[in-house]
């Protein structure tokens, strides 16, 4: 009889041992799978924030191109135009000059506006707040809708890098509100709350559900804005008003 209890105590320790290594074994697999998953979110994060980065390089890079060599050549097309303009006595040719010198004034115009949506230059010299002021009032000059910026800081300081991709986010939205919602008005507000910045974005146009347009929308539009949002860590909200649509980002001062 003793024997027979030893016998059940050592197949009681050895079942026990056994149970014990299995749910090692499946801790090791769980924590091995979890810290992979972990380290593929960290390269995944990691290779957006350099492809965002690489591509605001090269956006100022070819602004700087655009500006100092098109620009610049377009310029002195112009002023040589004026040089024989003044040396012209023919009413003919003079037509024909004034002609040619309006088509390349309205290219100047354009290589200035492709610089200038590459690159605002505004951003990285005098900050976020100027320069979408300065977005807004070139938006209201060339659309119909009514954009507007308030604000209950005189100065947002945020890094570059932030200040760059908030950009880029609102422009997005707002090219967005242009083409498709049909905006009359725009409205943005500025506003400290304790350790964050929010950004209220409010527009009358057509309603629609940024979650359900990103899971469908075969654009890239949207998918930048999320992406941009995430590299800088920024929190994005959706609410919904009476009126058009009301967008909120969150962002660490």
């Known amino acids: 009889m003793e024997s027979k209890s030893q016998i059940g105590t050592l197949i009681l320790i050895g079942t026990g041992l056994i149970v014990l290594l299995v749910l090692v074994v499946l801790f090791l697999a769980v924590f091995y799978q979890t810290y992979v998953m972990k380290m593929k979110r960290k390269e995944a994060e990691l290779l957006l924030k350099t492809s965002l980065e690489s591509e605001k390089q090269e956006r100022k890079r ?25 040396t012209e006595t023919s009413a003919e040719k003079r037509a024909l000059y004034d002609d040619i010198k309006t088509g390349v004034e309205a290219a100047i115009e354009n290589t200035r506006l492709v610089s200038y949506k590459l690159m605002p230059p505004l951003l ?39 200040s760059y991709e908030l950009f880029r986010v609102v422009q997005e939205l707002t090219t967005n509100m242009i083409k498709y919602g049909k905006i009359k008005t725009c409205e943005i507000k500025v506003v400290a709350v304790e350790q ?20 469908v929308s075969k654009g890239t539009g949207l998918k930048n804005i999320s ?12 609410n919904e008003p009476i009126l058009g649509n009301e967008f909120v980002i969150s962002v660490k001062k």
Not at 65 to 82: E, K, M, P, T
Not at 136 to 154: G, P
Not at 196 to 215: A, H, R, S
């Open 196 to 215: 964050e910045y929010q950004i209220v974005i409010k527009d009358d146009g057509i309603p629609f559900n940024f979650k359900e347009m990103y899971t």
């Open 62 to 86: 070819i602004a700087a191109d655009i500006h100092d060599g098109v620009s610049g050549d377009l310029n002195a097309i112009r002023n040589f135009l004026s040089v024989l303009y003044k």
């Open 124 to 162: 990285e010299t005098s900050g976020f707040l100027v320069a979408l002021r300065d977005y807004f009032t070139r938006l209201n000059s060339k659309t119909t809708a009514n954009f507007s910026i308030t604000t209950t800081e005189d100065n947002v300081h945020l890094s570059n890098e932030i």
């Open 227 to 238: 992406s941009r949002l995430k590299v800088i860590d920024a929190i994005f909200k959706q």
